[in-house]
């Protein structure tokens, strides 16, 4: 059982996953769990230097049993059923195979502000500042977020460490460092406000102008992550 309620209501359609000439995402489903293991037990290092991830407690040195690995995709796969929380495979093009993931989780301490985190395969460190910002773009633009909390990646790093320590696991949610201004309910607010907030970050309606929220940032920290794989904010 889980106290997380929805990210988005049931008759909102989940947008269209991005792709580009490299890689492309789809849900992360029980499918993935050979080529997923075998891309993060093949990446320890990197991934614990990636921003969001370093000093945490994920991904374990010792790796993970396959089996184990199995039962973490399941329940991101049901997460993603009920619309709690959203991740994604990172797949290579044309080949299919897994080289990241991206987890897309509400924050359990800052109310209205989701968080998100990624990794790519060692292999493939010259996508971190890449997919950094496609699914950044994605979430502003096609998703009703108000707030995300997702570290940037380095668009130099290719590998090794980063000089950016932060006590972070790879399903602990990020330091805030994208944000989004605050806006009404959905049910409040039109497609074209929506669109207009996408293109410009300033919703206005006839009469009277919305105030935006400040956007703050803030750090989604304090949480113990139980064993296995875990998500940005699980509890």
Request: net charge positive; glycine share 10%; proline share 11%.
């Amino acid at each position: 059982m889980t106290d997380r309620q929805p990210l988005v209501p049931d008759d909102f359609p989940i947008p269209q996953p991005p792709a580009t000439d490299r890689y492309r995402l789809e849900p992360l489903g029980p499918q993935h769990n050979a080529s997923d293991h075998a891309a993060w037990t093949g990446s320890i290092d990197h991934i614990r230097a990636t921003p969001g991830f370093e000093q945490g407690s994920w991904p374990p040195a010792d790796g993970m049993t396959l089996e184990a690995n199995l039962g973490d995709l399941r329940r991101h796969a049901d997460d993603f059923a009920r619309r709690v929380g959203f991740t994604y495979t990172v797949l290579s093009v044309p080949d299919g195979d897994v080289i990241g993931c991206v987890y897309i989780y509400g924050s359990r301490t800052e109310p209205g502000t989701v968080d998100v985190a990624s990794w790519v395969r060692a292999d493939h460190a010259d996508l971190d500042a890449d997919l950094y910002r496609v699914v950044s773009d994605w979430l502003t633009t096609a998703w009703p977020f108000s707030r995300l909390d997702y570290a940037p990646a380095d668009p130099g790093r290719t590998g090794g460490t980063t000089s950016r320590p932060r006590d972070r696991g790879r399903h602990r949610p990020p330091t805030a460092r994208r944000t989004v201004p605050d806006i009404p309910p959905s049910d409040r607010i039109t497609e074209h406000v929506r669109e207009r907030v996408a293109t410009t970050g300033r919703p206005r309606r006839r009469g009277r102008r919305w105030t935006l929220g400040s956007g703050r940032r803030g750090r989604c920290a304090g949480r113990t992550p139980r064993s296995g794989r875990r998500a940005p904010g699980a509890g």
